[in-house]
């Protein structure tokens, strides 16, 4: 058995920061690629950001220059370091992590974590 939880959302102000993070529990040998999506009220849920388990990331266009996804393979934690909010990054976000459990791998999802944006 295997659990994502994230943490971090909240309200926050146009232009403000905030940090989320996404811990993984359970049987757990390795994780490789992590991910955050998310999805906005009324629209399909939407890749954010991604990052393979030797630390390479990728990022959405509408996040680039604003957004840092990182991971701390020690712990099983996945971070995204959101500044410069707008509005429209008003979303839940969800965690995404392909676990290895040392006989299969399968992809996990957390339960999200609500970020809203005010302008």
């Known amino acids: 058995q295997v659990q994502l939880v994230e943490s971090g959302g909240g309200l926050v102000q146009a232009g403000g920061s905030l940090r989320l993070s996404c811990a993984a529990s359970g049987v757990i040998f390795s994780i490789n690629a992590m991910a955050w999506y998310r999805q906005a009220p009324g629209k399909q849920r939407e890749l954010v950001a991604t990052i393979t388990g030797g630390g390479s990331t990728n990022y959405a266009d509408f996040v680039k220059g604003r957004f840092t996804i990182s991971r701390d393979n020690a712990k099983n934690t996945l971070y995204l370091q959101m500044n410069s909010l707008k509005p429209e990054d008003t979303a839940v976000y969800y965690c995404?992590?392909?676990?290895?459990?040392?006989?299969?791998?399968?992809?996990?999802w957390g339960q999200g974590t609500q970020v809203t944006v005010s302008s």
């Open positions: 995404n992590a392909n676990i290895n459990t040392g006989w299969r791998s399968f992809d996990s």
